[in-house]
């Protein structure tokens, strides 16, 4: 088994391809609402080192936080056999008989009928499959199967919903190949152009250079095409029903996705992290949010005097700001947002849960004269957007322009931001990321769970759990001390 401790993950995700693919471990199938329609296949093909594996990691990463995994042909590699590889040069790993194309259909066959799929681990250096090893895919809504030649068998282009075939000329394919051969395949270059004049050119001319007219869409040049990715990606999106939520409202602002945010919320997401981890990387993340949301405030230009004696122009901070904190979750923002604001003001507000969905505001103490301020308004998770409707609803009514609050958050359901933006249409959301909507009881999947148990380890059932007063400590904390 593999390890996943958040040092090796954190490690994992600053290079890896981002393969949506997860090691060998039990996970449950997250459930949510629509997650039984049929998921949309996408065959990515071309010559080798056309740019294949590097387009499906931009659609994914456009895409964002959409449920798409994506599977590689060479998993399907056969391992060598002895006598094979004691003849490794003569072995043509080119050739649509190099590929156990009947455990690939059964794959992708499962991952159509929303069946979890394990895939094997090929290694390139040994020629062999990894023993023992295996990635767990989850069925999702998109499914992208990338390969030399995944257009070669009919019964796996039947599978496919969308096929692209990445174009790019031979000599910069070559070029690539020698590149990434004795970088990260263990390969010299004379081996690497022996093998490609003897059985990767003639291959491609006999195999995969025929099943470009299967293609719905052709790619000239891979990744550096940025316009056509951008179309793919827009054609996918419309094919899933899925509206990028940034484009129908323009006060939605998800920060930057990098592997490192991806990987600091696959930890926090992750049930089996520790609470010194989750909070750890919640604060990690937290602090990224807090510092972007400062960002949209609003600036004057002010020049300094630098110690060269020039003229630097740049701005002055807005001073006129505070922070309101929706208890108890929000308040783990505090300490980002006093980080980056030296003695800000930040005022809390309590709204009780009643119920499934109805929400009640119980407690409030905020900031004097906050209706002359911009308000960082704070809460980890937005789901149905009720409690933020009723934060809001009392800022304004304390005289805060709508215009004037951003509200910070980690994830945001697509409901909540459709409550909040329908109502508010001035003020600004900041979010780490979209997830795909709430379940049958309103919470947000795949989600993090209950943020503020989490982060203030109020979700251990140990024994001293059964002494817990009627409101908790942290929270009446939070009460006397505004
Ligand atoms: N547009 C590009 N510009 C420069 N290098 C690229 C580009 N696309 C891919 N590469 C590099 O070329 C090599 C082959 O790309 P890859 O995406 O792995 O191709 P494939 O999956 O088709 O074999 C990799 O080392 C990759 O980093
Ligand atoms: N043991 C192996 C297996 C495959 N290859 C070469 O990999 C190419 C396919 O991968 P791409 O990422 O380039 O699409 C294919 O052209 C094989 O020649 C290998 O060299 N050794
Ligand atoms: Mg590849």
Redesign the pocket.
């Known amino acids: 088994m593999v390890k996943s401790d958040p040092d090796t993950i954190m490690e994992a995700t600053a290079a890896a391809h981002f393969s949506g693919l997860h090691f060998d471990d039990e996970y449950p199938v997250p459930k949510y609402k629509g997650a039984d329609k049929v998921p949309f296949v996408i065959g990515v093909a ?10 499906c990691d931009m659609i994914i990463q456009q895409l964002h936080d959409h449920r798409v995994v994506l599977v590689n042909q060479d998993s399907f590699y056969r391992g060598l056999k002895p006598e094979e590889m004691a003849n490794v040069g003569e072995y043509n790993f080119d050739h649509p008989d190099a590929f156990d194309t009947e455990q690939l259909l059964e794959c992708l066959g499962s991952l159509k009928a929303n069946q979890p799929v394990q895939i094997p681990v090929y290694d390139f250096k040994k020629h062999q499959r990894c023993n023992d090893r295996y990635r767990k895919v989850n069925a999702s809504d998109v499914i992208i199967m ?1 390969g ?1 030649l995944v257009f070669h068998d009919a019964r796996v282009r039947e599978l496919m919903n969308m096929k692209i075939f ?1 174009d790019t000329d031979a000599d910069v394919r070559l070029a ?2 020698i ?2 051969d004795t ?2 395949r263990g390969r010299d270059v004379n081996g690497v152009i022996e093998q490609y004049a003897k059985f990767v050119k003639p291959a491609f001319d006999d195999f995969i250079l025929p099943t470009k007219k299967y293609a719905d869409v052709i790619l000239p ?4 095409n940025h316009v056509a990715i951008d179309l793919i990606v827009q054609h996918i999106r419309m094919k899933l029903g899925q509206h990028d939520l940034r484009k129908i409202y323009p006060n939605v602002f998800v920060i930057q996705s990098t592997f490192q945010i991806r990987g600091m919320h696959t930890l926090i997401r992750d049930q089996e992290t520790t609470k010194h981890d989750f909070v750890f990387y919640a604060d990690r993340l937290i602090r990224l949010i807090v510092e972007h949301g400062l960002g949209h405030l609003p600036f004057t230009e002010k020049q300094v005097i630098t110690p060269t004696g020039s003229i630097y122009v740049g701005v002055d901070f807005c001073k006129q700001l505070c922070g309101v904190s929706i208890i108890r979750s929000g308040e783990s923002m505090e300490n980002a947002l006093r980080a980056c604001c030296k003695g800000i003001k930040i005022g809390k507000i309590l709204i009780h849960r009643e119920g499934d969905d109805g929400k009640q505001l119980i407690y409030e103490k905020l900031p004097i004269n906050i209706a002359d301020r911009h308000v960082l308004l704070m809460d980890p998770i937005l789901g149905t957007g009720n409690s933020a409707v009723q934060a809001i609803e009392l800022l304004i009514r304390k005289g805060v322009p709508e215009s004037h609050i951003i509200f910070l958050n980690l994830i945001s359901a697509p409901e909540g931001i459709h409550t909040v933006c329908k109502r508010f249409p001035l003020l600004k959301i900041v979010t780490s990321e979209i997830d795909a909507g709430l379940n049958d009881e309103f919470r947000v999947v795949p989600g993090m769970g209950e943020f503020g148990d989490r982060y203030f380890g109020t979700d251990d059932d140990g024994p001293d759990q059964m002494f817990k007063a009627p409101i908790e400590p942290k929270l009446q904390q939070s009460i006397h001390r505004p």
């Open positions: 071309g010559g080798t080192a056309s740019g294949k594996t590097t387009v990338e030399i990445v690539r190949r590149k990434r970088l990260e040049r891979g990744g550096d």
